[in-house]
C-alpha cells in the first residue's frame, strides 16, 4: 500500500486579504498531523471542518506576527473547551517564545493552565516530528522567519515558505520538493494565477483544497 502525504491548504491570503483565510496549511501522514501557522483566521477554518480537539499533533510557527501566530489563543481555548486531554506539539524560535507565551496565557484565562500539555520545541534545533525529518531555514523578513521543509519517511518532500525572501539554503530546500508554498501579495495574485496556468507542473493554491503525494506526487505553488 502506497504511504501518502496529505496536505491541505487551510488558508492561502497574507495578513490583510479579505477573500482567504491567513496563510496556513496541515499535513497529515500516518495519522501524524501537523498545523502550520495559525493567524486570527485561521481556527474559523478549522472549526468549518468540524474536528474534534483531539485531530491536530502539532503546530509549527514559521514567526510570531500576527497574521502567522495570533490564531493560537481561540484554537487552544477551543481545544480546553473542548476535553483535550493529550500533549500538543508547538514549535517556534527560541527568542520569540517570550511574544508566544502571553497567547497561550490567556487561552486558558482565568485558569491557571490548560487541561492538556503543551510540548515547546525551538525550531532551530528540531530535526524530526511525527513521521518526518524537518530542516528549517531563514528567510529575509521584518520578523525572524523560519521556512519549514518536511521529508517523508519514503522520500516526499514538502517545503512551506513563511514570509520573506528565501536565503541560499531556503532556494536549495524548495528546489529539492515535489510540493511547496510561498506566501504571495494578494495583489500579484490575478497576475501570477495567469502565468502558472501555462505551466503543467504548476498550480496555485486555494483555501480548503488537499492533495496527496502519492508515487507520482505533483507541484504546487501559493
Known amino acids: 500500500m502506497p504511504h501518502n502525504l496529505q496536505v491541505e491548504v487551510i488558508g492561502c491570503g497574507d495578513a490583510y486579504d479579505a477573500q482567504h483565510t491567513n496563510a496556513s496549511i496541515r499535513v497529515t501522514e500516518a495519522g501524524y498531523q501537523l498545523l502550520v501557522d495559525c493567524g486570527p ?11 474534534n480537539a483531539e485531530t491536530i ?3 509549527y510557527l514559521t514567526h510570531s506576527h500576527p497574521d502567522h501566530c495570533l490564531g493560537l489563543t481561540l484554537l487552544l481555548n477551543w481545544m480546553d473547551s ?15 517564545w517570550p511574544v508566544i507565551e502571553p497567547l497561550l ?13 503543551l510540548e515547546r520545541h525551538n525550531s532551530e534545533t528540531i530535526t524530526a516530528l511525527g513521521p518526518w525529518q524537518l530542516q ?3 528567510t529575509r523578513h521584518g520578523a525572524p522567519n523560519r521556512s519549514l521543509h518536511l521529508t517523508s519517511r519514503c522520500g516526499h518532500q514538502l ?16 528546489a529539492s ?12 495574485r490575478a497576475q501570477l494565477s495567469d502565468k ?27
Do not use: M
Open 41 to 51: 483566521t485561521v481556527p474559523a477554518r478549522l472549526f468549518a471542518c468540524r474536528d
Open 82 to 96: 473542548n476535553g483535550r486531554k493529550r500533549p500538543l506539539t508547538l514549535i517556534a524560535q527560541r527568542q520569540q
Open 196 to 222: 502558472v496556468a501555462a505551466l503543467p507542473h504548476l498550480s496555485l493554491a486555494q483555501d480548503g483544497e488537499t492533495f496527496t503525494l502519492r508515487e507520482s506526487p505533483s507541484r504546487a505553488v501559493d
Open 105 to 117: 496565557n490567556y487561552a486558558c484565562w482565568p485558569q491557571s493552565a490548560l487541561g492538556f500539555a
Open 177 to 188: 520538493s515535489e510540493w511547496w508554498l510561498y506566501h504571495i501579495d494578494p495583489a500579484i
Open 57 to 59: 499533533d502539532a503546530i
Open 159 to 174: 517545503f512551506y515558505s513563511g514570509d520573506g525572501l528565501l536565503s541560499a539554503q531556503g532556494e536549495q530546500l524548495a
Open 136 to 138: 528549517t531555514s531563514t
